[in-house]
C-alpha cells in the first residue's frame, strides 16, 4: 500500500521563478492537506482540498500562493514568483474523509524542501 | 489562534532510560495526534488520543489524554537509539474535524 507521495524531494528556484510542488494522496484518500514547516516553528495549516474543490484555505497567503486538486492527477502547490522566506518544507497529508477513520486521520508524505536562492 | 506548548523542547539521554515529553494548551481538543519525525522525512502518526483521560499503549510508549482533554503526555520506558527523532503532538479543536494545530516539538536524542 503506498503511502502519501510528494515530488520533487528537493527543489531550488531563483527569486522571481515558479514553484510546483505535487502531492499523491495514500489509495482511497480523497481528502489532502499541505502544511508548510519554517526553521524553528512547527507544521502550519495552508488548505483542505477534495476532489475539484477548495475546502479551506485559511492558511495559505492571499497572494502567489494557489493550490488545486484535480479530477485526475495529483494535488498541485502552486508558489509563484518566489522569494526567500518561502523556503521552507511543504507536506501533504491525506485522509479518507469523516466516513472512513473514526478520527479522520491525516498521514503525511515525505515532503518537499523548497530553497529560494 | 489555539496553541500547542510541548516541552521539553531538547531532551538527550542514554538508552535504557525512561523519559516523558509533555504538550499542553489552554484550549480543549476533539481529539490529540502523536506524531515522530525523521530528519528529511514527514511525520509519522503514532497514535490518536480522543476522551478524557484516555490511556493507549503503543509497545514501549504510553500516551495519555488529560481528563479536561487540553493536555496530553508521552511515556518511553527503556529508550532506545531507535527512539530517536523530533516528537510532534497535534490536535483538533473548535469543531473542526480536519485542521491540526502543531506544537513545535520534542526532539529526542537516545545515546547508545
Known amino acids: 500500500n503506498a503511502g502519501v507521495m510528494q515530488n520533487p524531494r528537493h527543489l531550488v528556484r531563483r527569486r522571481g521563478q515558479e514553484a510546483r510542488l505535487r502531492c499523491s494522496p495514500m489509495?482511497?484518500?480523497?481528502?489532502v492537506y499541505w502544511y508548510r514547516q519554517l526553521p524553528e516553528e512547527g507544521l502550519k495549516f495552508m488548505v483542505y482540498l477534495q476532489k475539484e474543490n477548495i475546502i479551506d484555505e485559511s492558511g495559505m497567503p492571499k497572494e502567489r500562493f494557489s493550490a488545486e486538486f484535480p479530477k485526475e492527477g495529483p494535488s498541485i502547490l502552486r508558489i509563484q514568483q518566489v522569494v526567500r522566506g518561502d523556503s521552507a518544507a511543504y507536506f501533504c497529508?491525506?485522509?479518507?474523509?469523516?466516513?472512513?477513520?473514526?478520527?479522520?486521520?491525516?498521514?503525511f508524505g515525505p515532503g518537499t524542501r523548497l530553497t529560494v536562492l | 489562534t489555539q496553541l500547542l506548548e510541548q516541552s521539553p523542547q531538547f531532551l538527550s539521554i542514554q538508552e535504557g532510560e525512561n523519559l516523558t515529553v509533555y504538550c499542553n494548551s489552554s484550549s480543549v481538543f476533539s481529539s490529540l495526534q502523536w506524531y515522530r519525525q525523521e530528519p528529511g522525512e514527514g511525520p509519522v502518526l503514532l497514535v490518536t488520543?480522543?476522551?478524557?483521560?484516555e490511556v493507549k499503549k503503543l509497545k514501549r510508549l504510553t500516551f495519555q489524554f488529560g481528563d479536561a482533554r487540553k493536555d496530553s503526555s508521552l511515556h518511553i520506558t527503556a529508550a532506545q537509539p531507535g527512539d530517536t527523532g523530533l516528537y510532534l503532538c497535534a490536535g483538533k479543536s473548535g469543531g473542526s474535524n480536519y485542521k491540526l494545530t502543531f506544537g513545535k516539538g520534542t526532539l529526542l536524542t537516545v545515546n547508545p
Open positions: 497529508a491525506s485522509s479518507p474523509g469523516t466516513s472512513g477513520t473514526p478520527y479522520n486521520e491525516q498521514f
Open positions: 489509495k482511497g484518500h480523497s481528502h
Open positions: 488520543v480522543v476522551t478524557g483521560g
